[in-house]
């Protein structure tokens, strides 16, 4: 595992929201990411394994702000919205020259 451990969220994979209502103005599932470094050792702070420690930001951060990302898109489109500003602005500094090159399809 590299020094940004990317916390999974839900048992190391990732968190998604989904609904069967429909939602003809955003998305109907999207998943959540957090890339997190490891816990420093050095920091005084009790010893705990990889997977406790991604359990713990699990339970304490990613699950919680997964429901309240889902409701504020149920709610205002909020993920959707977001998310076609941050593919714009990437396409915009990809034109720039000042970004990643194209992805593979």
Not at 2 to 20: R, T
Not at 49 to 75: G, Q
Not at 84 to 104: I, M, N, S, V
Request: net charge neutral; hydrophobic share 40%; proline share 5%.
């Amino acid at each position: 595992m590299s020094a940004a451990a990317q916390a999974g969220l839900a048992a190391g994979g990732s968190s998604s929201a989904s609904s069967s209502s429909s939602n003809s103005r955003g998305v109907s599932a999207f998943h959540l990411v957090l890339v997190l470094d490891r816990p420093d050792p050095t920091a005084g702070t009790p010893q705990l394994d990889i997977s406790a420690w991604c359990r713990l930001y699990h339970d304490a951060v990613a699950f919680k702000l997964t429901a309240a990302l889902w409701e504020e898109e149920r709610r205002d489109s909020y993920v959707s919205r977001e998310s076609a500003r941050l593919a714009a602005l990437k396409e915009t500094a990809r034109d720039r020259g000042e970004c990643c090159p194209p992805a593979h399809a």
